[in-house]
């Protein structure tokens, strides 16, 4: 097996990267997204990000998750998955590794000051233990899913941390 590095392209946030860092690093702060899946708004982003056919199955998922400050877990067919946070280092990153996955896999949040400290830049990396065989199959979906966190951690409004 070897590690595979799946690289999010660098979205700009319109918070400074403190706001960001610290709605991320305490990951019941997202439970605000399972509140706005009902909203017309919430719906017609993710349609137009991954497509209405996929849109309701990211609701279902998002609306079966739980949250503690540490980690975000979903029921899957193979048992629960979650991902802990391991690794925190204000205000540029958020490193989590996933529990009950059926593959070795660790992600991080990187973010940087942006615009004189007024906006973020964020990028995410996604790193599988695969073997060639099982990469060749996965590598483009995990490719689009890094992608897609990307692009949801990049909508939320974090000027409401709590």
């Not at 595979?4 to 610290?22: A, L």
């Not at 059926?102 to 073997?131: C, F, K, Y």
């Amino acid at each position: 097996m070897s590690s595979n590095d799946f690289v999010s392209s660098t979205k700009q946030i319109p918070y400074p990267q403190e706001t960001v860092y610290d709605k991320l690093q305490d990951l019941t702060h997202l439970e605000q997204l399972r509140q706005r899946l009902n909203t017309p708004d919430f719906e017609e982003k993710i349609a137009s990000q991954i497509g209405a056919d996929k849109a309701q199955d990211v609701k279902q998922r998002l609306q079966s998750m739980t949250f503690t400050s540490d980690s975000l877990s979903v029921p899957s067919p193979l048992g629960e998955m979650s991902l802990e946070i391991v690794e925190r280092e204000a205000p540029k990153l958020v490193k989590f590794e996933g529990k009950g996955t059926p593959v070795a896999v660790h992600l991080w949040i990187q973010l940087l000051p942006s615009d004189e400290g007024r906006q973020s830049l964020m990028r995410v990396t996604l790193r599988a233990e695969l073997n060639m065989f099982i990469r060749k199959m996965v590598e483009s979906k995990l490719q689009e899913a890094t992608e897609q966190v990307a692009n949801m951690l990049a909508q939320i409004p974090y000027g409401n941390v709590e």
